[in-house]
Every structure is written in structure tokens, then in C-alpha cells.
């Protein structure tokens, strides 16, 4: 499967606990965005990674939320002290940069369910 | 500011019948994409179909069209021969080249009756 993948699928937590998810974009693609959804609502734009390099963070994304993507292939979000209001689906997606064509398609996981209790 | 209307929340139709989803967007941007995607209830963002601004030809994936009106900033989906597999929430979405993210419409929900 040449894919997004995201894992966990679904995760239930406790308030307070921590949280991270993780993203395996597609092979080759240098471009990599996290997005957050809940019922009812399309995506959220949460941030974006080019590479190695986060190029951009969304004010939803408060202090307790951090992601990485070290060697710009995986990624990692993780929400610290987790709220219920966090409680939503949270997208991975990635393309590949090019000037034109198929390179501006985004290409999604299947998700990554959180519940916080 | 790019922004992206669908302003029909839900639809419903019968099975083998044809459905058009509409979609508007505005935008200063010269060189675009349009997108539509589909998310059925297992929550997977499926990409549809695709149009490039700078074709003038309607895209086409099967059963899948869009009727793209740049002088109008309107982009619709029709979907012919309607399966029960297509019930779905269906996003119309555009980006820019000077413009990582998508820009997302809210949504319309397509039921498909059997």
C-alpha cells in the first residue's frame, strides 16, 4: 500500500493525559499537512511541513500541540494535557511540490479518531 | 481572501439516477485547482476528481464530471448512474499555486435510496 497511513486509528484518553499520533506520507512526497476534523464540519488546516521544515501553524493550533517531521518522511502530532473540546478527527495528508499538475493534489489517511473522556 | 461555497447541505437521490452538487468559489489567484473529494462514513477523504483553471476541458473520471465555469467561479459535479457506494459527504475544494492549503466548502451530504 503506497498510501498515507495513520496510527493509531482511534485513540481514547483521559483528560490531561498526552496524545501522538503519527503520519507516513506517501513515498517521495516532500510536502506533508495535518488537518483536524470534527462531525458535521470540514477540515481544519492545522500546519505544514515542506521537508524537515514547518512552514506554517494554524492559530488553532494552541501551545499544546506539537508536531514534528525529523527526517521529512514521518510526522508526529502530539497534544499535551488533552481537553475534551480536542476530541475530533485528525487528517494527515501530503503531496508532492512541483510547479503544476498532479503535484497540487493532496492526498489523505484514513484518520486518526481521538476521544478524550 | 479565497473562500469556497457549497450551498447545498444535503441531497438525496435514487439509485441509477443522475445528481449535480454545486460549487462556487472566488478567488484572485490567476492559476488555480479545483478539487472535489468525497468522505464517505468510514471518514477517508477520497479525491474525485481534479481541474486544472487553465483547461478550459471539463474533467472527467467515469461516472464522475464537473462543469467548470471560470466566469462564473462555479464548479459542479454531476455524477451519472448513482450507486449506493456514492453516499457520501462530498467537499468542494480549491487551491492556489501560491498557496500550500486547501480551501475547504462545508459540505453537502449525498444520500443514495436503493
Known amino acids: 500500500d503506497t498510501g498515507v497511513s495513520q496510527d493509531p486509528r482511534h485513540k481514547i484518553t483521559k483528560r490531561g493525559q498526552n496524545v501522538t499520533f503519527r503520519c507516513d506520507p506517501i513515498?517521495?512526497?516532500?510536502?506533508l499537512y495535518w488537518y483536524r476534523q470534527t462531525l458535521g464540519q470540514g477540515p481544519e488546516f492545522l500546519t505544514y511541513?515542506?521537508?524537515?521544515?514547518?512552514?506554517?501553524k494554524s492559530r488553532l493550533l494552541s501551545d499544546r500541540f506539537s508536531a514534528e517531521r525529523p527526517k521529512g518522511s514521518f510526522s508526529t502530532l502530539e497534544i499535551q494535557r488533552t481537553e475534551q473540546g480536542d476530541s475530533a478527527m485528525y487528517l494527515c495528508?501530503?503531496?508532492?511540490?512541483?510547479?503544476?499538475?498532479?503535484?497540487?493534489?493532496?492526498?489523505f489517511g484514513e484518520g486518526s479518531w481521538l476521544t478524550v473522556v | 481572501a479565497q473562500t469556497v461555497t457549497q450551498s447545498q447541505p444535503e441531497m438525496s437521490v435514487q439509485e441509477a439516477e443522475t445528481v449535480t452538487l454545486s460549487c462556487t468559489y472566488d478567488?484572485?489567484?490567476?492559476?488555480?485547482?479545483l478539487f472535489w473529494y468525497k468522505q464517505p462514513p468510514s471518514r477517508q477523504m477520497i479525491l474525485v476528481i481534479r481541474?486544472?483553471?487553465?483547461k478550459q476541458q471539463n474533467a472527467t473520471e467515469n461516472r464522475f464530471s464537473v462543469n467548470f465555469q471560470k466566469a462564473a467561479k462555479s464548479f459542479s459535479l454531476k455524477i451519472s448512474d448513482s450507486q449506493l457506494g456514492d453516499t457520501a459527504m462530498y467537499f468542494c475544494?480549491?487551491?492556489?499555486?501560491?498557496?500550500?492549503?486547501?480551501?475547504w466548502g462545508a459540505g453537502t451530504k449525498l444520500i443514495i435510496k436503493p
Open positions: 495528508a501530503s503531496s508532492l511540490a512541483t510547479s503544476g499538475g498532479s503535484g497540487n493534489t493532496i492526498y
Open positions: 513515498s517521495e512526497h516532500n510536502r
Open positions: 511541513f515542506q521537508n524537515e521544515a514547518q512552514l506554517e
Open positions: 478567488t484572485s489567484e490567476s492559476n488555480y485547482y
Open positions: 481541474q486544472e483553471a487553465y
Open positions: 475544494a480549491l487551491r492556489s499555486d501560491s498557496n500550500y492549503q486547501l480551501i
